[in-house]
């Protein structure tokens, strides 16, 4: 199978070991792939490890039940257990040489020693590691012959339909399109449905815990990116919600806590993507705090201060398509595109 891409934002697909990105490198796609293959699988109730906690990572072992191998590593392989399919980029792209030092102008913050200071977001890279913008291929191939890549296919066509590709989407980059026409997201969904279990997953990723949105802003520039962030950022500011203002936008520096809320860069005349997910258990949920007051307070931020385009949540009254989705089935069908009249019970 081969996929045309083209960014919309710039792309930033993270380093080979030296750092240098100079060209498009394959892990960051696949990472992106993964991440949300995963929340779909957990939403489904199916069988996901969690690769961030190295105890519960899946380690290939024919004697046990499914070899060892949950059903995202059955597809993206684990220890012992190869990846089922293999991706190639011919890449076409170019560096993006406007991408610099963003400065927040506007807004000021006072410091830890009472000094007031104008927010700043870094690019952190040197000349020959920016992201890039253009077009590539990405070329597709099984490595076992029961794969149908037609479950990337989907996985792409949802990700150019809500999110961004490769690393770093906290920067804003990654926005793509796909050129040459939708890919069918069937073969995704059916995947999905044959590995559907009774697993809940409270603390990570999944279906019943993310939210996609696009705002519209006349003439948007980048600025208004980071504006848009640091504002989210401030409603969760004050001292006792330090810890979490960092669980749901991360560290600035050394970026130690990944941001839970993703922003876009503008594309497309001023649309602005901005999508992530709030876990309904965590440690730093105090003072009242909670998933359901964290999502409310992000979507009637954008909701009074830009045109909200769109606004996707299972289970939720905020939902601009179809409110109060119960049914993680009919949520997924929603969120690929499909028709619901082609699966009615
Ligand atoms: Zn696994």
């Known amino acids: 199978m081969e996929v045309e891409v083209k960014t919309l934002t710039p792309l930033w697909t993270g380093g080979a070991k030296s750092g240098a990105v100079d060209r498009v490198h394959e892990t960051g796609i696949i990472g992106s792939l993964r991440w949300w293959f995963e929340a779909m699988v957990r939403g489904m109730g199916g069988n996901a490890c969690s690769p961030e906690q190295a105890e519960q990572k899946c380690i290939y072992d024919p004697e046990k039940p499914n070899k060892g191998i949950c059903h995202v590593c059955e597809i993206f392989g684990a220890t012992g257990w190869r990846r089922r399919f293999q991706l190639m980029v011919n890449d076409y792209t170019e560096p993006d040489h406007s991408i610099t030092k963003v400065m927040l102008e506007n807004c000021r913050y006072i410091d830890s020693k009472g000094r007031t200071r104008v927010p700043t977001w870094y690019f952190p ?39 961004a590709i490769g690393a770093r989407a906290q920067l804003g980059f990654g926005v793509f399109e796909l050129p040459n026409g939708r890919l069918d997201t069937r073969p995704l969904y059916e995947r999905l449905i044959a590995n559907a279990g009774n697993c809940t997953y409270t603390r990570l990723p999944s279906l019943q815990n993310i939210f996609l949105a696009r705002i519209w802003l006349e003439n948007a520039t980048v600025q208004d990116t980071f504006n848009l962030k640091y504002d989210i950022r401030q409603l969760f500011s004050g001292q006792q919600n330090k810890s979490l203002r960092h669980f749901i936008m991360g560290t600035i520096k050394g970026e130690r806590l990944v941001a839970k809320v993703k922003i876009s860069r503008p594309y497309g005349n001023g649309l602005i993507r901005v999508w992530g997910w709030i876990p309904k258990e965590a440690g730093v949920y105090k003072n009242g705090w909670n998933r359901e007051k964290v999502v409310d307070a992000i979507y009637q931020y954008l909701r009074k201060n830009y045109t909200l385009e769109v606004w996707r949540e299972m289970d939720s009254p905020r939902d601009t398509v179809t409110p109060n989705i119960s049914s993680a089935q009919a949520f997924l069908r929603s969120i690929l595109g499909l028709r619901e009249e082609d699966y009615e019970a």
């Open 125 to 163: 890279g040197r000349l020959d590691d920016k992201p890039r913008i253009g077009s590539l291929t990405l070329r597709i191939r099984q490595t076992a012959p029961d794969f149908q890549t037609a479950i990337i296919g989907g996985l792409l066509q949802f990700m150019a339909d809500w999110v």
